[in-house]
């Protein structure tokens, strides 16, 4: 694990002292080595984390002739086999590293061995003999990979924004468009970044450029699809799932260093950690892997809030599993105060409040293992989240004859009247098409009209995602409009920048490509039943994972920003309301209005408020010199 960067280009000057301060900047990712490349055409350099041939992992490798060489991120959980398969060929190996595997099997067989890679990953080869560079991003999205284009041609990429800020030839402009995006999704799905001229390759993609022409291809090697097995059973399907999980998670932990797991207290993660325990005492018996859970303190009493606090659960599928269990609680005070650096990390706002818990327990984790497991993408893939269900419960309303739903329910759906399940209501008379956008949908349509001042921009349009998921349940298609969008916009970047940030690699081995092949063949059935999500995943663990935790409704990870943001809080709001960007760009009365309906307790708008507070935090972080 680790993180690159990359100049291109003959007349960038200083390059070698470029590339060091490119990496320097990213030092977090990786704290046990680095190591550099440098000819008329390219810069290339990493940062390392150590966790494969901690010897002989050294990077960047080469071929056999020198005419190749590799830098590259992440963790391939085959290579292994793919070695053994290279070795049988008479390809000779110079390390142990999953990386040189990766160059190896490119060299022979370009492109075309991307779908053979199993695990997370970013990458570059430098062909030098055909002045070509290839970088490469994996199926979802969990290892991040961004360039820098410039007059038309790619100037730098790396694995973080902050690295390409210091390219001598790019000048920082907020990219607005991005940000009236932001509004909506709490993240920016857009394939330009906040910064102008800055990208995110997709995931499942790879790109050439070639050096001599500056001529640059993007293609798309993988991307997920569901394929529905109607005739799928629960029990042999059950057991099909848990074999594939474990064979995952299995491949997960070979790691040459401690490897641990958090655990929420839910499903997913008690899936994970109950697995590696059971792995773990295969090897060795009585063996403890170390298991680490984050909840909030009260401020008033200085004590675990409840209602945002999944420790107990935690603790009680620890005392089941007899693992080494670590937990922390972290107050508003500690929450507030680390929010700049945690922006910082993220380069774009990611206005998840979660993000923040992740970070701290993350640090702890980091304090006893450099390797944690997690349950990211269970939810996306098995159809985890309550609001898949919502489809389902619109055959209650069905119920009731029409025109009592006419004469009833209309009526108040457009009364200017508040009340509980008018969300529902307002749903359940549109199409999925015209209200879901993804897991999380901050300010509506109107409400960007009205906070909105910026510039006439459309949001992103997802109807060709729809158009891919026809044919699907309505539920069916949430969970590819997620996959498309949330996962890897909200969910795999907290959880690669939280914990990057803390010189700890996270693996996420529901996103497996063995796992997603299975997932994407559950029928509706066998996901959602009865008011049950992950129908089939509970019914797999059976047996195996403790009852409470398997019948465990999802809960997320709530914070309780809400509760947090009192009037008291008025330096908060003045960074919100007092910021240059955002009074340039947004009506000011209309956010005051916000704020003062959320201090007077007449309205819930703390998602909104962390949302604007969290990207007035960017724009000091990365546009002034207030905060360093």
Not at 100 to 124: A, D, H, N, P
Not at 440 to 450: G, L, Y
Request: a positive charge; glycine letters at 8%; charged letters at 30%.
């Amino acid at each position: 694990m680790c993180g690159i960067i990359g100049l291109i280009g003959k007349n960038t000057e200083n390059k070698e002292t470029l590339i060091k301060k490119m990496a320097d900047v990213i030092a977090h990712r990786g704290p046990d080595d680095e190591g550099f490349f440098v000819d008329e055409k390219v810069a290339l350099g990493m940062r390392r984390l150590s966790i494969i041939d901690l010897s002989g992992g050294k990077q960047p490798i080469e071929n056999d002739d020198g005419s190749m060489l590799i830098t590259f991120n992440g963790e391939i959980y085959n290579y292994k086999e793919l070695r053994n398969e290279l070795v049988q060929k008479g390809v000779n190996f110079k390390t142990h590293s999953d990386t040189e595997v990766i160059l190896k099997l490119y060299e022979q067989e370009k492109e075309k061995m991307m779908t053979r890679l199993r695990g997370m990953f970013s990458f570059c080869v430098y062909d030098k003999k055909n002045g070509e560079i290839f970088i490469a991003r994996d199926y979802f999205g969990i290892k991040p990979l961004y360039y820098l284009k410039l007059g038309g041609e790619i100037k730098a990429f790396g694995s973080e924004i902050k690295s390409l800020l210091l390219h001598p030839e790019y000048k920082k402009e907020i990219n607005d468009e991005a940000v009236f995006n932001y509004l909506f999704f709490q993240y920016n799905p857009l394939k330009e970044t906040m910064f102008k001229n800055i990208f995110k390759l997709a995931p499942g993609h790879f790109m050439k450029i070639n050096l001599n022409t500056g001529h640059m291809e993007e293609a798309r090697y993988w991307s997920f699809s569901f394929s529905q097995n109607g005739g799928m059973e629960e029990k042999s399907g059950g057991e099909e799932l848990l074999r594939t999980l474990e064979d995952s998670v299995a491949h997960h932990m070979v790691s040459d260093v401690p490897v641990g797991s958090f655990l929420s207290g839910g499903i997913d993660s008690g899936i994970i950690a109950t697995l590696m325990q059971k792995i773990s005492q295969k090897e060795t018996a009585n063996k403890k892997i170390s298991t680490f859970t984050v909840g909030f303190k009260n401020l008033s009493e200085g004590l675990a809030c409840r209602s945002f606090n999944e420790s107990r659960e935690a603790k009680d599928v620890s005392n089941s599993l007899r693992t080494d269990h670590t937990e922390i609680a972290v107050s508003a005070d500690e929450y507030f105060q680390v929010l700049p650096k945690i922006i910082w990390h993220f380069d774009e706002p990611v206005a998840d409040p979660s993000a923040v818990a992740l970070y701290f327990v993350a640090r702890e984790a980091g304090k006893k293992v450099k390797v944690v497991l997690s349950g990211e993408g269970a939810d996306e893939l098995f159809g985890g989240y309550n609001i898949y269900l919502a489809p389902y419960a619109r055959g209650l309303l069905n119920i009731v004859p029409k025109f009592l739903r006419d004469i009833i329910f209309l009526p108040l759906l457009k009364s200017k009247i508040k009340f509980r399940g008018k969300n529902y209501l307002s749903r359940y008379y549109s199409k999925l098409e015209d209200w879901y956008i993804g897991n999380a949908s901050i300010f509506k349509k109107e409400e960007v009209k009205k906070i909105w001042k910026g510039g006439d921009f459309n949001r992103m349009d997802i109807s060709d995602l729809y158009k891919k998921a026809s044919g699907l349940s309505d539920s069916t298609k949430m969970q590819f409009i997620d996959i498309n969008t949330w996962l890897v916009g909200d969910i795999l970047a907290k959880a690669d920048k939280m914990t990057m940030a803390n010189s700890l690699e996270l693996r996420v081995p529901f996103l497996d490509i063995k796992v997603a092949e299975f997932a994407r063949k559950i029928p509706d059935f066998l996901k959602f039943r009865k008011g049950t999500t992950k129908f089939l995943l509970r019914q797999a663990l059976k047996g195996i994972l403790p009852e409470p935790t398997r019948k465990r409704k999802k809960l997320g990870f709530p914070t309780p920003i809400a509760g947090w943001l009192t009037k008291e809080k008025t330096e908060l709001y003045k960074k919100i309301t007092e910021n240059e960007y955002i009074r340039s760009r947004m009506d000011i009365g209309y956010i005051n209005e916000l704020l003062n309906r959320h201090i007077e307790g007449r309205e819930n708008n703390a998602r909104k408020i962390y949302l604007l507070l969290s990207l007035a935090i960017w724009q000091e972080v990365f546009f002034s010199d207030t905060i360093k």
